[in-house]
């Protein structure tokens, strides 16, 4: 198994002006789910939150993974919690 730093934050490191232009792309709903996934939210909880179906949930994940180009949605996961305090803050910016 690949460390979680090592997958996650080198896309920070080396492509960190596209990344932030990908994570601006995101639609309001990406973020939500987005945000949801970075609390450790499972998808039927990120579904009850939101009152929506779990299988809307890993559409807008599988959305997520493609606009910011990451694979798998253990790579996801890891990006999300090793970036946990960087896209809260974007978080908080996009929604302004």
């Known amino acids: 198994m690949t460390p979680v730093s ?10 960190y002006q596209s990344i932030n232009q ?3 792309q995101l ?23 939101l009152v929506i179906e ?3 949930i890993e559409n807008y994940k599988r959305r997520i993974s493609k606009k910011l180009k990451i694979e798998g949605r253990s790579n996801l996961i890891r990006f ?17």
């Open 27 to 49: 639609t309001d709903r990406e973020w939500d789910v987005l945000s949801f996934i970075t609390d450790g939210l499972t998808t039927a909880e990120i579904a009850e939150c």
């Open 6 to 15: 090592e997958n996650a934050s080198i896309l920070l490191v080396d492509d």
């Open 80 to 96: 999300c919690i090793v970036n946990r305090d960087y896209l809260r803050k974007l978080y908080i910016l996009a929604r302004k």
């Open 54 to 56: 779990p299988k809307s």
């Open 22 to 24: 990908r994570l601006l």
